[in-house]
């Protein structure tokens, strides 16, 4: 589209008197700007490399959702900090002003590749790298789809742009601020691209449940006969690896929903984590670093050979690389599959407590999907000397905007309507606890996991786990027997009863606030340690 329609059809409303706007400029030209502006440097390959500054991460504390009657009765706001209509409309008024006069690069796109639900959006930023990003993450309209397209929110990312604390009721001078009323999302104070990505995960959680779609922090593949699988997990729990089987076709990484006509991805990109990448057990996404216009964020590179370290965590633990979906060789062109024959929901479990893989009745899977836990390692945070215990409701809590109730009583409905079955798969420690037993061997995790997929599994004979009720499989064919049961692989198995006794009351404790808002049923999938006696016998 010229740009001299620009002013007019991308931001008439914003009341910007004189802006200067780039719209919808393709992957080449947002890639030369970046560099031209030093924006970011070049790595041996073609990737573009960029540093975030202090903000390597999302910032969980200062994001807000507008309160107003839109939102009072459908948010979950034990979860959400609210802002008043009035501070976001001073907010908002403040961003206009800091805008005038600047170069901003705006993006029409579409979150969802499910062609009925799909939502419409445009994001506005100031960085040229930013608008690279946020167009290799999500859907890309064709030239006819841009003529009529009508954007049903809009995102404002301005990272210079410094919040007042007292007179925009934040946190910080960092913002990330929702207002489904107005339907806008409006960030400043992070280079953190993230962010943008995140808030259209937000906005789509938010409106797809009142339409009966079920919207999910997960990867998904599909096999040859049309068999897709759901992976949820928590970073570092091994999602994104897992799902990029070459064997299997990509859905997608990250983010889905699941409506009455499949699975769909929100995506149109990847947004994987690169720190300590292996080349051996990753190929596929290590191959994406060698690649022109992938974005590396806080990814450390020698300024002269230009050559990446992955390994090297200076900047960042955190990490990142952008890249369309179509860099990974077997991906999914349409973004969308059948509804799922198999869910997996991964934990990284730290305490060295939890099988390498068990099956789960529908009411242990809404509860473990409630519960969404995964462990932190020691010396992960200062003070951290043990393992501790991380519960992120649903596999996305700062994400999922409303109760996580209404998100777990979606997939009840939907794994029974399917006849799915689901899987808890553990690619944490086994033989103790972090810094005594080892982590579990990929090798082990894939083949457990190609043996649930493929149905082989579930023709297994099953113990089950007395104290967290789940099964447990005696044999499978190309493992390990030994690894199947966690509590013969410690050399103490005193103290294997002992943290298995403390995991199970963490899990109890998680979900007493969930109790009120679930059936008699989901609350008896709850793992009890009174039982941890039956496991010597």
């Not at 099956?359 to 043990?386: D, N």
């Not at 005696?474 to 692989?489: C, F, K, M, Q, Y």
Request: proline fraction near 6%; charged fraction near 25%; hydrophobic fraction near 40%.
């Amino acid at each position: 589209m010229p740009d001299g329609m620009t002013v007019n059809a991308a931001l008439k409303d914003m009341g910007l008197s004189e802006p200067i706007i780039h719209l919808n400029w393709n992957e080449a030209r947002l890639y030369e700007e970046a560099v031209r502006r030093g924006e970011g440097e070049i790595a041996k390959g073609g990737a573009l490399v960029v540093k975030t500054g202090q903000h390597t991460g999302r910032s969980a504390r200062d994001k807000f959702t507008v309160r107003d009657s839109e939102t009072e009765n459908t948010l979950w706001w034990d979860f959400n900090e609210a802002m008043t209509p009035a501070h976001f409309d001073t907010l908002w008024n403040d961003m206009r002003a800091h805008m005038e006069g600047k170069e901003l690069f705006v993006q029409n796109l579409f979150g969802g590749a499910d062609h009925e639900h799909r939502l419409p959006v445009r994001v506005v930023t100031e960085l040229a790298w930013h608008s690279l990003f946020i167009r290799h993450l999500l859907r890309r309209p064709s030239t006819d789809e841009l003529v009529d397209f009508d954007p049903q929110f809009t995102i404002v990312n301005l990272p210079s742009f410094k919040a007042d604390p007292a007179k925009h009721g934040t946190r910080s001078e960092t913002v990330i601020a929702v207002n489904f009323t107005a339907r806008m999302v409006l960030i400043g104070g992070t280079s953190y691209a993230g962010e943008t990505k995140k808030s259209v995960f937000t906005i789509l959680n938010y409106l797809l449940p009142a339409k009966k779609i079920m919207p999910m922090h997960c990867s998904v593949n599909v096999g040859e006969d049309g068999d897709s699988t759901i992976f949820f997990g928590l970073s570092g729990t091994g999602k994104t690896t897992l799902s990029a089987d070459p064997k299997r076709v990509l859905v997608g990484d990250d983010e889905h929903g699941w409506s009455e006509n499949g699975l769909f991805n929100f995506e149109g990109g990847c947004y994987a984590k690169m720190i300590r990448l292996s080349k051996k057990a990753e190929p596929q996404i290590y191959a994406t670093t060698q690649m022109w216009g992938t974005v590396l964020e806080n990814v450390v590179m020698d300024p002269v050979t230009r050559t990446l370290d992955l390994d090297d965590a200076r900047l960042a633990e955190n990490s990142r690389g952008a890249y369309p979906l179509d860099y990974i060789p077997n991906s999914s062109k349409t973004g969308t599959c059948g509804a799922p024959r198999n869910i997996v929901m991964l934990t990284c479990d730290a305490f060295g407590v939890m099988p390498p893989i068990a099956k789960l009745t529908p009411a242990q899977a809404m509860y473990h999907f409630l519960s969404g836990y995964t462990a932190k390692v020691a010396g992960t945070e200062k003070g951290v000397t043990e393992p501790s215990a991380t519960f992120s409701t649903c596999f996305g809590a700062p994400f999922m905007p409303r109760h996580p109730a209404e998100y777990g009583a979606l997939l009840r409905d939907l794994i029974a309507e399917h006849d799915v079955d689901c899987w808890l798969v553990n690619t944490g420690w086994t033989g103790g606890p972090y810094g005594v037993g080892e982590r579990m061997p990929i090798q082990e995790t894939r083949r457990l996991l190609n043996a649930a997929i493929d149905g082989s599994l579930a023709k297994a004979s099953f113990r089950e786990d007395p104290v967290f009720g789940f099964l447990v499989p005696d044999h499978v064919e190309g493992v390990h027997s030994s690894i199947l049961n966690p509590r013969r692989t410690w050399d103490d198995a005193n103290a294997y009863d002992a943290q298995a006794a403390k995991l199970a009351d963490m899990f109890v404790a998680n979900f007493e606030k969930f109790e009120a808002h679930v059936a008699p049923y989901v609350r008896a999938a709850a793992p009890n340690s009174g039982r941890i006696s039956e496991l010597a016998e």
